[in-house]
């Protein structure tokens, strides 16, 4: 037991110093996802060497200071996701119904069909938008009844799980796909004037996973990532970027790409909100997003139930307030934030 416990706490420590290899390779940036499991496994590790190696040999002290360190640090990246951080998003104090905007956006898993499934979770929870990844024809015929109480669309079935299905309640105006790294991989962006008359820009993107079967590189996702946040950050309208990002809330590229954007994380403060993978319930984190601007307060934000899918929907209802600017802060970008974001562009141009 001695050393398996050695054993698992020197993974722990290595699991924990790999995310700081500035690579794109997958094998590494794969790393950047399971925090909290390797935050349980370093914690289980420390207590295991505190009980079997004794403090006064070199090993066990050296191991115990290790892990330790790397548990510490493990901490303060999942800290600001619980109810100890202060939330970065304001919660509503009413709820400015023609003013408010409430998305439920979903990868349903191209392979699924229990749309259904899908159908009853929209009729339930009743959003203004419903955006759907992963979609082929297949499943644009499954959900075409949407269209009843969704007269504004926009439709990309793509038979590679990166098509893209946007239903809107609310008049959409200039919509428009677009490729932003390649050519098989779109992204939808639109205006959209909500009850009350006014207006807002919504992104729904979908970037490609670092992974051995998609790709080798988190390039073209980390590319994509920053090339939309350049954009939202010129935009004089409210924004709210959603969609399967493919990274975790706390890595490096998803929180550089708030700095850039200087966009508001509604989960911050508030919980994880674990989106994949619906089957395995100790590998889970968070890759579904919703984003917005200083101009938004929070009204609810739910994780919804298993729909067939390997991830589960996600549920946001924001509230577009004048004066949250003056009651929230957006991230903002240094100067070197902004050179690494430059070249994460570069890379996939």
């Known amino acids: 037991m001695k050393k398996i416990v050695g054993y698992v706490g020197a993974f722990s420590i290595i699991a924990t110093l790999l995310p700081f290899i500035p690579t794109p390779h997958w094998s590494i940036r794969i790393f950047d996802f399971p925090h909290a ?4 496994l370093t914690a289980l590790s420390l207590v295991g060497v505190l009980y079997y ?10 191991l115990a200071a290790l892990l330790s360190a790397a548990l510490l640090y493990q901490i303060t990246l999942m800290v600001p996701y619980t109810f100890l951080a202060k939330p970065q998003v304001v919660k509503t104090d009413g709820e400015d119904i023609e003013g408010s905007l409430s998305v439920l956006s979903a990868n349903i898993y191209m392979e699924n069909r229990q749309s259904d499934r899908l159908l009853e979770k929209v009729e339930e929870y009743n959003p203004d938008i419903v955006l759907l990844l992963e979609t082929d024809q297949w499943w644009a015929d499954a959900v075409s009844s949407l269209k009843q109480d969704y007269p504004y669309f926009v439709e990309v079935p793509i038979d590679n799980t990166y098509g893209m299905l946007l239903y809107s309640r609310h008049k959409l105006i200039d ?3 677009e490729y932003l790294v390649k050519d098989d991989i779109p992204s939808i962006h639109t205006e959209m004037e909500l009850a009350s008359g006014a207006r807002i820009k919504l992104y729904a993107i979908h970037p490609e996973p670092p992974t051995p079967t998609e790709s080798e590189s988190s390039t ?3 590319g994509e990532l920053m090339i939309c946040g350049k954009m939202v950050v010129k935009d004089t309208l409210p924004v709210v970027v959603i969609g399967d990002l493919n990274d975790v809330a706390w890595s490096s590229t998803t929180q550089l790409f708030q700095e850039v954007s200087q966009l508001l994380d509604p989960r911050i403060g508030r919980g994880f909100f674990n989106t994949f993978n619906a089957n395995y319930p100790l590998l889970r984190w968070p890759l579904d997003h919703v984003f917005h601007s200083e101009d938004f307060k929070l009204v609810r934000m739910v994780r919804l139930p298993d729909i067939g899918s390997d991830h589960f929907p996600i549920f946001a209802h924001i509230s577009l307030e004048p004066e949250a600017v003056f009651q929230q802060e957006p991230p903002k970008p240094t100067a070197e934030d902004l050179k690494e974001a430059e070249k994460k562009i570069e890379d996939v141009q």
């Open 53 to 62: 190696y004794s403090l006064k040999s070199i090993r066990g002290s050296v």
């Open 37 to 40: 499991q390797v935050s349980l």
């Open 175 to 177: 919509p428009a796909v």
């Open 220 to 222: 073209p996702r980390d």
